[in-house]
């Protein structure tokens, strides 16, 4: 089996130079700008009581992988050698959903003021996404409406399915319709299959079945329409969309071929939908990963992620303080400070704000 310093630099390895916007011509990438200029919408935070929690469960490896060692000043420190503004935190998978009713709604409510404790203590350094108790779907909505009215959080994260209930599915309308009334930004993050579930591969969840999990709940919401319905819903989708934008011609063929065997898809059409995701650079900075997510997405939906700390080898493995040097092989200056901060802070107003 392929150890995790190994699994994750293959991921994050440069590629084939991409044809996209900006594309970089020869073997001499375009260089990076200098300073602390970026603005990492996918990092996760471990605060204490959770990972007591997620380890009082048994949950050792939780998508293949033992949790890092976090703290806010390991954060800082990561950003200030990485020449990283600012970090949006979020709990990553399992979230709550290894708990069982009120367990999982205080643990929700635990990682929520935790994550607004933080932004009061470095407002510019930090921004923070809601975690909700799902598959409670009351309990949910309550914590969504605490969180961003209360607390002031940034947005919402999800993972990608719940007990193997995927986003688009029907039990989570009044989600996404709060979430669309609050012209919320939703970060969409995978997650580890029910037990049993996943084929047995000699390989950890978080390599091959994450991005596949992304592509699954992505595509759900495409052909069940929740775009549709729920226009002002921004969402962002973790590691470049999964298999999403590689996919897309694939995707669109069965409704020239096998029109009744598929449902409905999206009166946006394929193209559309594609166009209205957001897609992080998360484990995907690289000219073959981006060269896909350009041909179905506009450069202003690219925004740049870490996915630290549980990336974390892969940084301190590196010779270089560029903490995605792959963009380069894709992007000129110009372009990086779009993906990297412009971009993000386009769907981050009291971050954007706070940076100014």
Do not use: K
């Not at 950003?79 to 709604?105: C, K, N």
């Not at 493995?317 to 990086?336: E, W, Y």
């Amino acid at each position: 089996m392929a150890t995790r310093r190994q699994a994750l630099q293959t991921l994050i390895g440069g590629g084939v130079l991409g044809t996209g916007l900006l594309a970089a011509t020869g073997p001499t990438a375009w260089a990076a700008p200098t300073g602390a200029y970026r603005v990492d919408l996918h990092a996760h935070m471990i605060p204490p009581m959770y990972r007591e929690a997620v380890l009082r469960a048994g949950l050792l490896v939780p998508g293949g992988l033992p949790l890092p060692a976090w703290s806010p000043e390991a954060a800082l420190a990561f950003m200030d050698e990485f020449g990283i503004a600012a970090q949006v935190l979020s709990i990553s998978d399992p979230g709550v959903r290894f708990a069982r009713g009120l367990e999982a709604v205080r643990l929700a409510r635990s990682c929520n003021d935790y994550a607004a404790d933080q932004v009061r203590l470095h407002p510019a350094r930090f921004g923070s996404l809601v975690t909700v108790p799902l598959p409670d779907v009351p309990a949910s909505l309550a914590e969504i409406a605490h969180g961003l009215d209360v607390l002031g959080m940034d947005g919402v994260a999800l993972l990608s399915s719940y007990d193997g209930i995927y986003l688009g599915d029907p039990r989570f309308e009044p989600i996404m319709a709060l979430l669309d009334a609050r012209s919320a930004l939703v970060f969409v993050h995978p997650g580890e299959l029910p037990a049993g579930s996943a084929p047995p591969l000699p390989l950890p969840s978080f390599l091959l079945e994450f991005p596949f999990e992304t592509t699954r709940t992505a595509v759900e919401m495409i052909a069940a329409g929740t775009l549709d319905r729920y226009p002002n819903i921004r969402f962002v989708l973790a590691h470049a969309g999964g298999c999403l934008p590689y996919l897309a011609t694939r995707l669109g063929a069965p409704r020239a071929v096998v029109p009744d065997q598929i449902p409905s898809v999206s009166l946006l059409g394929l193209e559309g939908a594609l166009r209205r995701f957001h897609y992080d650079t998360a484990l995907s900075a690289s000219a073959s990963s981006l060269r896909s997510v350009l041909e179905v997405a506009d450069v202003d939906h690219i925004v740049f992620g870490t996915d630290w700390p549980f990336s974390g080898l892969t940084y301190s493995a590196s010779d270089t303080s560029d903490p995605a040097p792959g963009l380069s092989d894709v992007f000129d200056g110009d372009g990086r400070a779009r993906v990297e901060r412009t971009n993000p802070l386009a769907l981050l107003p009291r971050l954007a704000a706070e940076l100014r």
